[in-house]
């Protein structure tokens, strides 16, 4: 049985916990990336959507934590350290569903293949890590539509970390998970916070029906079969422009 792992380091089974549930009364599809930081998610989507556009496709791209009603609260918050686990859930959660019921719903309604850069796994994942109830969390989003694909980006913790340790002078404090008092240095904390994400991610690749993904190939062979896996479980046709 799959279970996922808290900051507490107590461990809470993904069974006991409700699936998003599924609402296909739209004409829509949405094709969702998750993975750690350094895995690779950001850069294949981006691939993806570029191939995507260029082909005249009705797309729409949304991002994590990108929700101009939120966005200024939560960054004042890092800002001043003032965010509990709690708190900082809360005000992704709120991110999303503003996102959701102004973009994300309406473009699936309107007939666009939606493409999103983290979706609510991220939370199951993250959140988790800094002691949050999975249990919790999965009633938080229980109003998301189910993604049609969710591909897992995996990559080998150190991989992934020093990825992201080579490209950034500085781990922001939010960001190396200092707030919960891992380690009193940064990449260490990073590293650790990043492990327990990593682990939370792996328990749900069955549950939650991910595309795992190897992190380690080239881009642009492992764009090939994104492109590819999209093509199979998705009518790109239904998305193409209109022949006049």
């Not at 890590?129 to 969710?150: E, K």
């Not at 749900?204 to 090939?224: A, E, I, Y």
Request: proline share 5%; net charge positive.
């Amino acid at each position: 049985m799959a279970t996922i792992t808290t900051e507490t380091g107590r461990a809470e089974s993904l069974a006991t916990a409700p699936a998003p549930a599924l609402k296909r009364e739209y004409p829509g599809a949405l094709v969702v990336v998750e993975g750690i930081d350094g895995s690779g998610k950001s850069t294949q989507l981006y691939l993806l959507k570029r191939w995507l556009e260029i082909g005249g496709y009705r797309i729409h791209f949304t991002e994590w934590n990108s929700s101009p009603l939120v966005k200024s609260a939560t960054r004042r918050g890092k800002q001043r350290r003032l965010l509990t686990p709690t708190t900082f859930s809360l005000l992704h959660a709120a991110d999303f569903a503003d996102r959701c019921e102004r973009q994300i719903m309406p473009l699936l309604h309107g007939g666009y293949l939606v493409l999103a850069d983290r979706y609510i796994y991220t939370a199951f994942a993250r959140d988790a890590a800094r002691g949050c109830s999975p249990h919790w969390l999965r009633n938080l989003y229980s109003f998301a539509p189910t993604p049609d694909i969710t591909f897992y980006f995996r990559a080998p913790l150190d991989v992934a970390v020093n990825r992201i340790v080579a490209g950034r002078p500085k781990l922001k404090y939010y960001e190396a998970g200092m707030d919960l008092g891992i380690s009193l240095d940064r990449a260490e904390s990073f590293r650790i916070f990043q492990e327990r994400i990593l682990n939370n991610y792996d328990a749900m690749v069955d549950s939650d029906n991910f595309v795992l993904m190897d992190g380690t190939v080239r881009v642009n062979k492992l764009q090939k079969l994104m492109r590819q896996i999209v093509g199979e479980r998705i009518s790109l046709q239904q998305f193409a422009p209109k022949k006049r």
